[in-house]
């Protein structure tokens, strides 16, 4: 039987220990390991760490968004560690802000703000020191490009108040010789300017210290590559070539959303990439490789394809895959298809709207709508997404709308979005079908022969004339991610699946990932981990759908489903994952031929009666349905309770080792290295061994 291993998955923010300040750290992750090796897990995952600080509030703790690919993010940072020579009232500040903000929940503005201040004093204490040490100018020198780009940025960003580079005057438009003068020694505002490299070299510093510390042990940190960056970022900024700023990124309806999602990131410019031989996504890859051993790709199917929308738009289901064949208007015609503003604009009638807005249909469109023959379209200042939303804020401000704004702005999206085709904004003469086109009543009040047309065309766009075309596009862009580092490569495969995804992946030698309630196998219900091929992950849930507990309680249809057909009990179903049903469905997947099985932390406490007291729904991290959604689960109990929890790691163990599944060597690890736990407050009251506050004891007393 080929090797096989079992993980646990949990983000870095959600991790929680006794000393942490009110969110996971870095310094969390040697904690992590320990539980990890003595439960049986050969892999740590994370969500992605790098720093997301656009916006100044809560909406950044979207960890997908990057402000920067190559900068870690600030809010991981472990104060303490920051110097061995802490000043009483620097601690005293540290004591107050870990009992203010040990809640139960990430408070993600107050944190990285107090995190940042205390942050801030020490630096002022230790700056030339610092400055001055050959391991910063080591690390300084290898990463000298990105962090001068990163702390010029960040250094706008609060000048001017806003991360819309766009509006920053002369240095809108980025220029070498323009940053070389803002991060310049002798400008007046350098401390500003380094106090970000010394933010950066501490969280390298604590990073690398757990990174060694999980190869010590014989466990692998897998991180994430996230498929896009924030428009409003150093990236875009730095190389506006690289990106299509007037779209947006975002996936077709599917399991996650059956509206489609907008994720808010310019799409790439693919052809301007290949210039250079995708420079960029091989530095992105590099610097990952500094810390990681595995990665998960996200949204994999991007690199075949990517879901685009209009920048203008709010919501995912207007979009079309890029790049893609578009149905021309010649072929149109030729079918017999002639009426295409019919098609392409939105149908709105009387009959609609009074449908929708009953009695104050009148008042709606003589505010947002034009009558126009027997049917009415959207007036200019308000035909698209953002301009509805725009002038519905401003009616609502002015107590002008009959009712919520909320669903006025639904009710107006869907008749928005009541079109067949979508034109082309770059050629005129190109269209593209809209997904689920027969869900509208645009297409429903055709003729008989357009309807087959479209029905037919409609196929043959999604699901045939692309896949050469994706094919090629994979087989030009993976094999340069592949290429750029030694780490192991995991494709996030779910969603919408064109064919020709899996032959590749298994051609590049990728390796899947299989989640039970959300088969591959359109004719399944549930997947069949006991049928999934070896180069996949196999997972009972991930942090984009609920928990095992969560989903066993909200979908009362599908859990009678599950436990009649895939667990053979033909009684009613407990109305909660009750630990026996955790345990069934957790030995399902570590016995999978699957290379790897990884665990959702929330999954693996749902084998313990007495961690499942916190609500269920509070453990989903992620509601892909809410783009503004805020991602700030905290697990309920510390890293320390669980390693000392003999039984839950036992039960976790015996399951691993009954599958066959390899584990790390725990009894040679424990002889050659205390673990973090017995560290800790060594650690943190003498300070590290040999590396304190970023300078190597030799360097301190003048060694050579």
Not at 289 to 315: C, N, Q, S, V
Not at 422 to 435: G, L, N, T
Request: with cysteine.
């Amino acid at each position: 039987m080929p090797w096989r291993g079992a993980g646990v998955a949990i983000p870095m923010f959600s991790l929680r220990s006794e000393v942490d300040l009110g969110v996971g750290e870095f310094l969390d992750l040697k904690l992590l390991v320990d539980w990890a090796v003595e439960s049986g897990f050969h892999l740590v995952q994370l969500l992605p760490i790098n720093d997301t600080s656009v916006h100044g509030m809560w909406w950044d703790s979207y960890p997908y968004s990057s402000l920067s690919v190559f900068a870690l993010h600030p809010l991981y940072l472990r104060v303490q560690a920051l110097s061995e020579n802490m000043p009483e009232d620097i601690k005293n500040e540290i004591r107050n802000a870990k009992e203010r903000l040990d809640g139960k929940d990430v408070d993600y503005e107050a944190t990285l703000a107090t995190k940042l201040s205390i942050a801030k004093k020490v630096f002022i204490l230790e700056k030339d020191l610092i400055l001055n040490s050959s391991s910063f100018r080591k690390f300084f020198s290898e990463n000298e490009d990105w962090l001068k780009q990163y702390a010029g940025f960040c250094f706008l960003r609060d000048f001017f108040e806003t991360s819309d580079h766009s509006q920053w005057g002369r240095f809108s438009n980025y220029s070498k010789d323009k940053l070389e003068k803002l991060v310049s020694k002798d400008a007046l505002h350098y401390d500003t300017i380094f106090f970000q490299y010394y933010i950066q070299f501490h969280l390298h510093l604590q990073l690398s210290e757990a990174a060694e510390y999980a190869r010590a042990k014989g466990v692998v940190l897998k991180g994430d590559l996230p498929i896009g960056v924030d428009r409003n970022s150093v990236d875009t900024w730095v190389y506006p070539n690289l990106f299509r700023m007037n779209t947006s990124t975002g996936a077709p309806p599917d399991y996650f959303d059956k509206n489609g999602q907008n994720w808010g990131f310019p799409t790439y410019n693919w052809e301007e990439m290949s210039k250079d031989n995708y420079a960029w996504w091989r530095a992105r890859l590099t610097q990952m490789g500094k810390y990681f051993t595995a990665y998960r790709i996200d949204h994999i199917l991007g690199f075949f394809r990517i879901w685009e929308l209009p920048d203008h738009a709010m919501t995912g289901l207007i979009g079309k895959f890029r790049p893609s064949i578009p149905l021309s208007q010649e072929e149109l015609e030729r079918e017999g298809i002639w009426d295409f503003d019919r098609l392409s604009c939105p149908y709105v009638r009387k009959e609609f709207l009074q449908e929708k807005f009953g009695d104050s249909w009148t008042l709606i469109a003589a505010n947002f709508l034009n009558e126009y023959l027997d049917r009415y379209e959207f007036k200019e200042d308000c035909n698209t997404e953002k301009k509805i939303a725009a002038k519905l804020k401003s009616c609502a401000e002015r107590s002008l709308l009959p009712e919520s704004e909320e669903k006025i702005r639904l009710d107006l999206f869907d008749l928005l979005k009541n079109i067949v085709l979508i034109r082309d904004p770059e050629h005129a003469r190109s269209f593209y079908p809209r997904f689920n086109l027969e869900d509208t009543s645009s297409f429903r009040d055709l003729d008989d022969h357009c309807k087959n047309v479209l029905k037919r065309l409609y196929y043959d766009y999604y699901f045939h004339r692309q896949e050469k075309l994706w094919r090629r596009n994979a087989m030009k862009t993976l094999p340069v991610l592949l290429n750029s580092s030694d780490m192991l490569a995991c494709g996030e495969d779910l969603g919408l699946i064109p064919a020709c995804v899996h032959p590749v992946m298994q051609e590049l030698g990728l390796i899947g990932l299989r989640i039970q309630r959300m088969p591959s196998e359109s004719d399944l219900e549930f997947g069949i981990p006991s049928q999934y091929s070896y180069m996949t992950v196999c997972a009972p849930s991930c942090h984009d759908c609920s928990t095992l507990r969560a989903w066993w309680e909200e979908d009362e249809e599908r859990r009678h489903q599950f436990f009649k057909s895939v667990m053979g009990c033909d009684a009613l179903p407990p109305s909660q994952c009750l630990p026996d049903v955790a345990y069934f469905i957790i030995r399902q997947h570590v016995e999978a031929p699957s290379m790897w099985a990884i665990f959702p932390l929330q999954d693996l406490l749902a084998l313990k009666e007495e961690y499942t007291t916190r609500p269920a729904a509070e453990e989903t991290i992620n509601d892909p349905t809410n783009p503004k959604h805020y991602w700030r689960y905290r697990v309920h109990v510390t890293m320390e309770t669980l390693i000392e929890d003999r039984e839950l790691k036992a039960s976790i163990k015996d399951l691993i080792h009954g599958s066959g599944r390899s584990h790390p060597p725990q009894e040679e690890a424990e002889e050659k290295q205390m673990t973090a736990l017995e560290k800790q407050q060594q650690q943190y009251i003498s300070g590290p061994e040999m590396m304190r506050n970023g300078i190597s004891q030799k360097e301190r007393i003048g060694v050579k």
